[in-house]
């Protein structure tokens, strides 16, 4: 059975005087799934959230949310959206209900029915305890929580998660993500970008990776892992830059495997039908520091396909 779509572009594109930020790109999201949107800084990730928000206009393309057109239905469209900014833009003057009340007049929902519903999001993200606090004593995580609660008020069809766990500690990272996963087991589609691969790992039924406004790979979590690395990751670690001879004998022990230098790290990656099982580790012994055979995880994927210089 299909699920219906929410998100459809196609050679979606964006310029700002003569710069393309987005470059044709072509995507779906589905009814009930987390959708992943990945890439480095600049690659083209908030401008096409600003597009899917009706905050820019698209350039070229279409672009269909909600079966409606951006630029034609815009307010319909911002009704039945939840948006959680990168920024916790929450009014410190206020408290933590009266934040919530106040986004819902946007909605015209009844006072009664807000004072309802906020308790509701409270209860949901754990945070029914601080109902009276001003934000200004909520910790990051809380603020983070309450800016998820405030976008569901309006009981959205598809939540918007732009960068949420941005600055977290691990602790409230993960309490974020079991309160997204009870979201999406509720039924709420989401849209999430962010930089945290294991945080994509973890919430998306598929992901996108985008690299100088372009798509570059797309795919299950699973499924990018599988074609991009393989199972497992051979890492040999340096003090410092490996030595040329050195290099030269783990390529030449590798039986198979592909190599790639960085920095002071080497890595083998499976590919064309060779394992773990194919490689003897202990031929590398005495080359470098050490030796740490992994699982392969999406951040593998991620900087092998958009490199692992640094982007500023």
């Known amino acids: 059975m299909q699920r219906e779509t929410l998100i459809e572009a196609q050679s979606l594109t964006k310029r700002y005087d ?36 009706c905050v820019s206009p698209v350039t070229e393309g279409r672009l269909r949310v909600l079966g409606m057109d951006p630029a034609h239905e815009a307010r319909k469209i911002k ?13 410190t003057d206020l408290t933590v209900i009266e ?12 006072r009664r029915e807000a004072i309802g519903r906020a308790e509701e999001v409270l209860e949901l993200m754990a945070l029914t305890e601080k109902t009276h606090e001003k934000i200004d004593n909520l910790s990051g995580g809380m603020k983070r929580r309450l800016v998820v609660a405030r976008a569901l008020i ?48 973890q919430l998306c039924d598929r992901v996108l990776i985008i690299d100088t406004s372009k798509i570059i790979a797309r795919g ?15 890492e040999m670690r340096f003090d410092g830059p490996p030595e040329e ?39 590398f012994e005495g080359l470098g520091r050490e030796v740490v055979s992994r ?18």
């Open 154 to 201: 309006s009981r959205p069809e598809l939540l918007i998660l732009d960068e949420p766990t941005t600055g977290l500690d691990p602790q409230a990272r993960h309490l974020f993500w079991q309160k997204l996963r009870q979201l999406k087991r509720d039924g709420l589609t989401m849209l999430l970008t962010t930089h945290y691969m294991e945080e994509a790992e």
């Open 295 to 312: 699982k392969a995880t999406l951040e593998d994927v991620f900087l092998r396909l958009t490199g692992r210089g640094l982007i500023e």
């Open 18 to 53: 003569g710069f393309t930020a987005v470059d044709a790109i072509d995507f779906s999201v589905e009814r009930g799934e987390c959708f992943g949107f990945l890439g480095p800084n600049g690659a083209g990730k908030t401008t096409t959230i600003k597009m899917i928000c």
């Open 245 to 283: 001879a050195a290099v030269a004998a783990i390529r030449s022990h590798s039986n198979g495997f592909d190599v790639e230098e960085a920095e002071d790290t080497v890595y083998l990656y499976e590919q064309d039908g060779h394992h773990l099982a194919d490689l003897d580790l202990d031929t």
């Open 220 to 234: 299950t979590p699973a499924e990018l892992i599988e074609e991009t690395i393989g199972a497992h990751v051979i």
């Open 79 to 91: 009704a039945r959206l939840g948006v959680v900014p990168q920024d916790d833009n929450l009014d």
């Open 99 to 110: 934040n919530l009340l106040a986004y819902a007049r946007y909605f015209d929902i009844p």
